[in-house]
Protein backbone atom coordinates (compact mmCIF):
# COMPACT_ATOMS: atom_id res chain seq x y z
CA UNK A 1 0.00 0.00 0.00
CA UNK A 2 1.07 3.94 -0.01
CA UNK A 3 3.29 4.99 2.06
CA UNK A 4 4.87 8.37 2.84
CA UNK A 5 8.79 8.40 3.33
CA UNK A 6 10.16 9.72 6.15
CA UNK A 7 13.71 10.91 6.97
CA UNK A 8 15.85 9.99 8.52
CA UNK A 9 15.02 6.78 9.37
CA UNK A 10 16.68 6.35 12.93
CA UNK A 11 19.22 9.17 14.69
CA UNK A 12 21.21 9.38 17.51
CA UNK A 13 21.68 13.26 19.26
CA UNK A 14 22.86 14.49 22.19
CA UNK A 15 20.38 16.28 25.24
CA UNK A 16 20.27 19.36 24.00
CA UNK A 17 20.40 19.23 20.41
CA UNK A 18 17.56 20.57 18.10
CA UNK A 19 16.27 17.70 15.49
CA UNK A 20 14.91 17.90 12.30
CA UNK A 21 13.09 15.39 10.49
CA UNK A 22 10.77 15.42 7.42
CA UNK A 23 8.14 13.34 5.51
CA UNK A 24 7.61 13.39 1.62
CA UNK A 25 5.20 11.98 -0.70
CA UNK A 26 4.40 12.00 -4.30
CA UNK A 27 0.26 13.26 -3.50
CA UNK A 28 -0.91 16.16 -2.59
CA UNK A 29 -2.49 16.37 1.67
CA UNK A 30 -4.57 18.76 2.89
CA UNK A 31 -3.75 17.69 6.28
CA UNK A 32 -0.64 16.34 7.83
CA UNK A 33 -0.28 14.87 11.25
CA UNK A 34 2.78 14.07 13.37
CA UNK A 35 2.60 11.11 16.07
CA UNK A 36 4.86 9.74 18.64
CA UNK A 37 4.99 6.10 19.46
CA UNK A 38 6.86 5.08 23.15
CA UNK A 39 7.87 1.42 23.16
CA UNK A 40 5.04 -0.48 23.80
CA UNK A 41 2.76 2.00 23.50
CA UNK A 42 -0.14 3.39 20.80
CA UNK A 43 0.64 6.40 18.80
CA UNK A 44 -0.17 9.79 20.46
CA UNK A 45 -1.20 12.61 18.34
CA UNK A 46 1.51 15.59 18.53
CA UNK A 47 0.30 17.91 16.34
CA UNK A 48 -2.43 18.67 13.39
CA UNK A 49 -1.81 20.86 10.62
CA UNK A 50 -4.47 21.74 8.34
CA UNK A 51 -3.30 24.75 5.63
CA UNK A 52 -0.30 24.89 3.54
CA UNK A 53 2.46 26.99 4.82
CA UNK A 54 1.21 26.11 8.62
CA UNK A 55 3.48 26.57 11.28
CA UNK A 56 2.38 25.35 14.37
CA UNK A 57 3.89 24.37 17.79
CA UNK A 58 3.46 22.33 20.80
CA UNK A 59 5.82 23.35 23.76
CA UNK A 60 9.73 22.24 22.04
CA UNK A 61 7.53 21.04 19.29
CA UNK A 62 6.91 23.12 16.10
CA UNK A 63 6.04 21.06 12.69
CA UNK A 64 5.18 22.71 9.13
CA UNK A 65 3.08 22.14 6.46
CA UNK A 66 4.64 22.51 3.23
CA UNK A 67 3.94 24.95 0.71
CA UNK A 68 3.53 22.30 -2.37
CA UNK A 69 1.47 19.75 0.48
CA UNK A 70 3.56 17.12 -0.38
CA UNK A 71 5.97 17.28 2.79
CA UNK A 72 5.96 18.23 6.34
CA UNK A 73 8.85 18.81 8.44
CA UNK A 74 8.73 18.86 12.15
CA UNK A 75 11.61 20.16 14.68
CA UNK A 76 12.64 19.64 18.13
CA UNK A 77 14.70 21.93 20.02
CA UNK A 78 16.65 20.93 23.51
CA UNK A 79 16.14 17.58 22.92
CA UNK A 80 15.84 15.36 26.67
CA UNK A 81 16.12 11.98 27.28
CA UNK A 82 12.28 11.30 27.18
CA UNK A 83 11.63 12.39 23.83
CA UNK A 84 13.14 8.92 22.60
CA UNK A 85 10.97 6.91 20.54
CA UNK A 86 9.30 6.79 16.66
CA UNK A 87 8.19 10.21 15.15
CA UNK A 88 5.15 9.53 12.55
CA UNK A 89 4.02 11.49 9.94
CA UNK A 90 0.38 10.78 8.49
CA UNK A 91 -1.18 12.71 5.17
CA UNK A 92 -4.52 12.48 4.40
CA UNK A 93 -6.37 14.22 1.34
CA UNK A 94 -9.78 16.39 1.50
CA UNK A 95 -12.61 13.56 0.48
CA UNK A 96 -10.90 10.80 1.65
CA UNK A 97 -11.08 9.29 5.16
CA UNK A 98 -7.93 7.62 5.41
CA UNK A 99 -4.69 8.47 6.68
CA UNK A 100 -1.29 7.10 5.17
CA UNK A 101 1.26 6.76 7.44
CA UNK A 102 5.09 7.23 7.17
CA UNK A 103 7.33 4.57 7.30
CA UNK A 104 9.09 6.39 10.92
CA UNK A 105 11.80 8.38 12.62
CA UNK A 106 13.65 6.41 15.47
CA UNK A 107 15.06 8.63 17.90
CA UNK A 108 17.66 7.94 20.14
CA UNK A 109 19.05 10.41 22.75
CA UNK A 110 21.96 10.55 24.70
CA UNK A 111 22.41 11.74 27.64
CA UNK B 1 -4.38 7.17 24.67
CA UNK B 2 -7.06 7.37 27.37
CA UNK B 3 -10.37 7.23 25.61
CA UNK B 4 -9.74 4.22 22.86
CA UNK B 5 -9.56 0.79 24.62
CA UNK B 6 -8.29 -2.33 23.38
CA UNK B 7 -8.15 -5.27 24.75
CA UNK B 8 -6.20 -7.54 25.37
CA UNK B 9 -3.33 -6.09 25.36
CA UNK B 10 -0.78 -9.19 24.93
CA UNK B 11 -2.56 -12.10 22.94
CA UNK B 12 -0.39 -15.59 22.65
CA UNK B 13 -1.97 -18.07 20.24
CA UNK B 14 -0.83 -21.12 19.08
CA UNK B 15 -1.22 -21.91 14.98
CA UNK B 16 -4.68 -22.57 13.91
CA UNK B 17 -6.36 -20.95 16.90
CA UNK B 18 -8.57 -18.17 16.48
CA UNK B 19 -7.54 -14.56 17.85
CA UNK B 20 -10.27 -11.79 18.51
CA UNK B 21 -8.95 -8.20 18.65
CA UNK B 22 -11.12 -5.80 20.65
CA UNK B 23 -11.29 -2.17 20.40
CA UNK B 24 -13.96 0.57 21.59
CA UNK B 25 -13.74 3.93 20.21
CA UNK B 26 -13.92 7.36 22.30
CA UNK B 27 -17.29 8.33 23.33
CA UNK B 28 -18.45 10.55 20.59
CA UNK B 29 -16.62 8.57 17.73
CA UNK B 30 -18.45 6.56 15.34
CA UNK B 31 -15.48 5.92 13.06
CA UNK B 32 -13.15 2.89 13.62
CA UNK B 33 -9.65 2.38 12.28
CA UNK B 34 -7.34 -0.65 12.62
CA UNK B 35 -3.77 -0.91 11.56
CA UNK B 36 -1.05 -3.02 11.77
CA UNK B 37 2.85 -2.82 12.56
CA UNK B 38 5.04 -5.29 12.12
CA UNK B 39 8.14 -5.00 14.31
CA UNK B 40 10.68 -2.29 13.27
CA UNK B 41 7.83 -0.85 11.22
CA UNK B 42 5.27 1.44 10.09
CA UNK B 43 1.59 1.61 10.70
CA UNK B 44 -0.45 -0.16 7.66
CA UNK B 45 -3.79 0.60 7.37
CA UNK B 46 -6.29 -2.52 7.60
CA UNK B 47 -9.73 -1.60 7.66
CA UNK B 48 -12.34 1.46 8.49
CA UNK B 49 -15.51 0.90 10.00
CA UNK B 50 -18.74 2.84 10.93
CA UNK B 51 -21.15 1.36 13.09
CA UNK B 52 -22.55 -1.93 11.04
CA UNK B 53 -20.91 -0.68 8.20
CA UNK B 54 -17.31 -1.76 6.51
CA UNK B 55 -16.31 1.11 5.02
CA UNK B 56 -13.01 0.62 3.43
CA UNK B 57 -11.40 -2.91 3.95
CA UNK B 58 -8.73 -2.23 1.21
CA UNK B 59 -5.81 -3.44 3.34
CA UNK B 60 -7.19 -6.79 4.85
CA UNK B 61 -5.63 -9.66 3.81
CA UNK B 62 -8.16 -11.67 1.34
CA UNK B 63 -8.43 -14.66 3.57
CA UNK B 64 -8.23 -15.35 7.21
CA UNK B 65 -9.28 -11.75 8.61
CA UNK B 66 -12.72 -9.88 9.36
CA UNK B 67 -13.98 -7.13 10.90
CA UNK B 68 -17.06 -5.58 12.18
CA UNK B 69 -18.66 -2.99 14.58
CA UNK B 70 -21.62 -4.05 15.24
CA UNK B 71 -24.39 -1.99 16.98
CA UNK B 72 -23.99 -2.29 20.00
CA UNK B 73 -20.81 -2.98 21.42
CA UNK B 74 -16.82 -2.82 20.75
CA UNK B 75 -15.25 -3.59 17.12
CA UNK B 76 -13.60 -6.54 16.78
CA UNK B 77 -10.88 -7.51 14.66
CA UNK B 78 -10.94 -11.32 13.96
CA UNK B 79 -7.77 -13.24 12.87
CA UNK B 80 -8.98 -17.14 11.47
CA UNK B 81 -6.51 -20.31 11.35
CA UNK B 82 -3.45 -18.04 12.48
CA UNK B 83 -0.19 -18.13 11.17
CA UNK B 84 3.54 -17.08 12.59
CA UNK B 85 3.54 -14.37 10.10
CA UNK B 86 0.13 -13.09 11.72
CA UNK B 87 2.43 -11.81 14.71
CA UNK B 88 2.44 -7.98 15.02
CA UNK B 89 1.24 -5.13 17.00
CA UNK B 90 -2.79 -4.42 16.18
CA UNK B 91 -4.31 -1.07 16.60
CA UNK B 92 -7.08 0.52 16.77
CA UNK B 93 -8.06 4.55 16.19
CA UNK B 94 -11.28 6.41 15.96
CA UNK B 95 -12.59 9.26 15.15
CA UNK B 96 -15.59 11.40 15.24
CA UNK B 97 -18.40 12.16 12.32
CA UNK B 98 -16.51 14.45 9.91
CA UNK B 99 -18.58 17.35 8.99
CA UNK B 100 -17.68 19.14 5.50
CA UNK B 101 -14.41 19.56 5.38
CA UNK B 102 -13.30 19.56 8.68
CA UNK B 103 -10.38 17.02 9.26
CA UNK B 104 -9.94 15.36 12.27
CA UNK B 105 -6.76 13.00 13.89
CA UNK B 106 -6.77 9.96 14.68
CA UNK B 107 -7.05 9.10 18.41
CA UNK B 108 -5.17 5.30 19.17
CA UNK B 109 -5.44 2.70 21.69
CA UNK B 110 -2.55 1.46 23.29
CA UNK B 111 -2.85 -1.86 21.06
CA UNK B 112 -3.05 -5.57 21.09
CA UNK B 113 0.31 -7.53 20.64
CA UNK B 114 -0.59 -10.80 18.92
CA UNK B 115 1.98 -13.54 19.47
CA UNK B 116 1.62 -16.93 17.23
CA UNK B 117 3.82 -19.90 18.70
Known amino acids: GQQLNQSPQSMFIQEGEDVSMNCTSS?????WLWYKQDPGEGPVLLIALYKAGELTSNGRLTAQFGITRKDSFLNISASIPSDVGIYFC???????????FGTGTRLKVLA | NAGVMQNPRHLVRRRGQEARLRCSPMKGHSHVYWYRQLPEEGLKFMVYLQKENIIDESGMPKERFSAEFPKEGPSILRIQQVVRGDSAAYFCASSPQLQGNEAYGYTFGSGTRLTVV
Open chain 1, 90 to 100: AGRDSGTYKYI
Open chain 1, 27 to 31: SIFNT
